[in-house]
């Protein structure tokens, strides 16, 4: 079981009767290392790690039980909110800007680091355009304030983009782009809204940058 130490700025390996075997790495910025690793996923002898204090995603390579070697660093300007390994690719659910309009979700071949965008920012607030977004429509603005965090996953040639803050789940197919929502909230769903306090304090926070 890989876990990783976003405080202390490595993984911890254990095995599964929950005995600590093993710590990799350090919370430094050179190689082998890590300044923030926080969301992972782990397929086929591979281990990914999103770093958010270097802004990149490690790829590990497995080597026998308890030792890892690093295979491949991808750079991610951006802070992503979960990573989900499939092929030859990282899924990233996290803003990305494009010179067209920013994404909330794409993927990144581990090779050649080519990206491939899954999902634009204004489908994911249920707007018609980036523009209509940039507008600053209070609702919109106020919803985006509640949470950014989406949790991804890919089965087949579909993957799946799951928002908390909305109880969305968008399907993908990531050959033509083409996407539907799904899900259904319960009955006794209420709709969820920043407090004035959030709102002055994220105000704040980007004012001050």
């Known amino acids: ?33 890590f300044l923030a690793p926080f969301f992972s996923d782990y397929r086929d002898g591979l281990l990914a790690v999103m770093d958010f204090g270097k802004r990149n995603v490690c790829i590990l390579e497995r080597l026998g039980k308890f030792d890892l070697k690093v295979k491949k660093e991808l750079y991610c ?23 067209d309009e920013p994404h909330m979700f794409y993927s990144m071949e581990m090779g050649s680091e080519k ?9 994911k607030y249920g707007v018609e355009s980036y523009q209509d977004y940039l507008k600053k429509d209070q609702n919109t603005q106020r919803f985006r304030m509640l949470s950014p965090v989406s949790y991804c996953a890919v089965h087949g040639d579909y993957a799946y983009l799951v928002w908390h803050a909305d109880l969305k789940i968008f399907k993908i197919n990531i050959n033509t782009k083409e996407h539907t929502t799904f899900g259904h909230k319960t009955a006794n769903y209420v709709q969820p809204f920043p407090s004035k306090k959030l709102e ?7 004012r001050n940058g």
């Not at 002055?200 to 926070?205: D, L, S, T």
């Open 115 to 123: 990206k491939d965008y899954l999902l634009p920012l204004a489908d």
């Open 77 to 99: 300007r951006n802070r992503g909110n979960d990573i989900f390994l499939f092929s030859n690719k990282v899924f990233i659910a996290g803003f990305i800007g494009t010179q």
């Open 200 to 206: 002055q304090a994220r105000i704040a926070r980007d």
């Open 1 to 33: 079981i890989f876990v990783t130490d976003l405080k202390d700025g490595h993984i911890k390996i254990y095995v599964s009767n929950g005995n600590l075997i093993k710590v990799w790495g350090w919370k430094r910025a050179g190689p082998n290392e």
